[in-house]
């Protein structure tokens, strides 16, 4: 074998054709990925992997391979050596080995020069080497399946003629037939014929996911062929063939792939695992039992290189659903194919809810604008849900916006299949009776929840009446929600609502310490007083380890909200923004499943929270910037520090709490203290439970726009939207879910770019290296390879 495998290596370099070929193969690859404008373009691509390379190789080994294969066979034929071949002491199937294995390591060979891209990429990449090399890897292997595949085709190809070109032709068609021919099939006669064919089983491996699946099939084409090939050789050598045997084989090994799609282990070897689905993601996944349909509009063409890889993270991350539940089919619709009609088709995506968002495109140097929808809708036994796409944050750039809404996708996909699938079954009690926030003022927020659960108000007047039937009834509920009260609580409410907890229920909790509103600065002063207002709950939440203090938070930052005033008089009369000290934008500094990813959350005269030493565990998931300053009260608020430049003197304090999550097991309020009144069941230790407090009621408001609510978090005159509404539906859903769906958000991709300011500076060299390098690297080798075969050969003088 050994020697025949050298015969073949020896007699492919020994002509020009060898070197022409290999040529040919390493020069498309460089003028596609660093020279011609298109889709397979790296540098205009602009994210750090060679994705488009495993994406372009394989088309250019369906002509490669067999222009290395097709005289393996045809060219013994052709020069009778066939048959002396076959006379000697091996076998034909070590004999076809051999053939097999030599083309094999030419491929190799060819392939080589390709790992100077991975270099190229990861000295491009921002910052330098922060490409994914278990991707690449991963993606190296998957190619190599795909070669060894196309390679037994094509040995097998060569025995079917003594003509090298009808050879070529039959191994190309072979190759091509088995890559796609299946796809078109599946679109005639079903799905299940999609996975006969190589292209769906290459997929994964390209994009670094190795599933023994994908193996098998790969190994299983390979041995078909070197099968069929041996039997080819046998016909030649005129062996008798038993046509049983022929197939039997064909058979086992469709046998052997039926059991290997039922047992199958798969190897995400990318850095962040980016293609292993959550197990809660894949629970929901499994539980689909009849046809979900997913269009996703992010379809069209001028995207924006970031969109297109947004637009390839929502593709891959459907097919990876899809491979684990078949009911799981999507479609990618270009919303403005018909452009004559795309104002009335804004419209109507606007209406649906569907908001459409503006892009600028540079081509060329010429900045244009492109309008997508990036949104999808899933629809279930007549129901429907919108799962948006992008993850906005203020301030972000498109790259960054990208990053956000590509590590939000498991999440956004599971949460909206969640809702599709699964019924609901926690119930939620908005608590009425101390003059909270009304139903129009926190209307958005309760929109939404109740997607997810039930929604009723509680009322706790009932409590001086009937104390016993209210803690029972609010019992019922799984999470209770106290949005800004303002009145304060007496004894008796506080001790329903202390047992409440104690019997394992969830509460969130928005308080204002603080009695001072921004509408009560417009008044001809431009000013008012902040006083301290008593809720009675200072002893409530002392005792599960936490304070609200009946302080202001003011920030000297950038991060901080807007307040829009008029400046100017008569026709100079103009609204203008200034930066507000008393809206400290919060942001998290830990990875939660609650924070993580999330945008600014906006606060309006929030108060500080201060964490007490006791058995509670204790997170603080929001905290203002710095520097911050505490202010007591009685304190004047103006609308002129929003005129004027704070004096940073008395900004000398660190970052500050705004909001905390308690998980644990509470200890009650009132144990060894005189009850407020007799209840049945008196727990003075609860079951594990959690709750979430909030330093600012005015989290969770939402503006009126000519008497309808807005979308909470959005600023009508900024027209900037906040995380409040994200940050709220993440704090409930992590209170309530018993499944871990949320815990999805706490997985960190990253998305790796190039930097453009290197690639813009340095293009024509990268050009260069990569088109011309390898060509040299040919050469050199050509040369000391025929240098050592004239020397080994020459005739001595």
Known sequence: MLAILKKEINSFFASPIGYLVIAIFL??????????KGEFNVLDYGFADLSSF?????????????????????????????????????????????????????????????????????????PIGNLDVGSTLGSYIGLLFLTAAYTTIGIFASTLSDNQIVAFIIAVFLCFLLNIGFEGLADVLGSFLENFGMASHYKSMSRGVLDTR??????????????????RV??????????????????????????????????DLTSDSRYTLNKAALSIVKNVDSAIIIDVFLEGDDFPSEYRRLQTETKQLLEEFEAYNSNITFNFIDPFEDQANQDLRIAQFTERGLTPMQLSVQDNGKQSQRIIIPWALASYNNQTVDIPLVKYKV???QQETVT??????????????????????????????????????????????QQYYYIAPFTLDSVATNPKKTSKLLNTYDLVIAAKPTEAFSEEEKYILDQYTMNGGKSLWLLDKIIMEKDSLFNPEGKNIAVTRDLNLTDFFFKYGVRVN?????????????????????ESLKLQHFLWPYAPLALSDINHPITNNLNFVKFDFANQIDTLKNDIKKTILLKSDRPSRLEGTPKEISLEFALKEPDSKLFTKDRQNLAVLLEGEFTSVYNNRIKPLELENDITKSTATKMIVIADGDVIKNDLDKGRPTTLGFDKWTKETYGNKEFLLNSVNYLLDDDGLINIRSKEIKVAFLDYAKVGKEKTKWQIINIILPLLFLGLFGFIFNFLRKRKYAKKA
Do not use: C
């Open 27 to 36: 020069l498309l690859n460089s003028l596609f990925l660093w020279l011609f």
């Open 234 to 267: 046998n016909t030649e050598g005129s062996k008798q063939v038993k046509w049983l045997n022929i197939a039997l084989f064909p058979i086992g090994l469709i046998l052997l792939n039926s059991i290997s799609s039922s047992f199958y282990q798969r190897f």
């Open 550 to 570: 009946p302080v202001l938070t003011s920030v000297k930052s950038q991060n901080i909200g807007r307040i829009t005033l008029e400046t100017g008089q008569d």
């Open 395 to 397: 301030n972000a750039n």
């Open 54 to 126: 495993f994406l372009l190789s394989p088309w250019i080994l369906i002509f490669l391979i067999p222009a290395v294969t097709m005289r393996s066979f045809s060219d013994e034929k052709k020069q009778g050596t066939l048959e002396l071949l076959l006379t000697k002491p091996i076998s034909h199937l070590q004999i076809v080995l051999g053939k097999y294995f030599g083309a094999f390591l030419l491929i190799i060979l060819a392939l080589i020069p390709t790992l100077l891209y991975v270099y190229t990429i990861s000295e491009l990449g921002n």
């Open 404 to 449: 956000n809404s590509v590590q939000n996708l498991e999440y956004a996909f599971a949460d909206g299949l969640s809702r599709l699938i699964n019924p609901k079954r926690r119930k939620i009690a908005i608590l009425k009776g101390n003059n909270e926030l009304p139903d129009l003022k926190i209307a958005d927020l309760l929109k939404t929840l």
């Open 214 to 231: 994908d193996i098998i099939y790969f190994l299983s084409i390979t041995a078909l062929f070197l099968f069929l090939t041996v039997k």
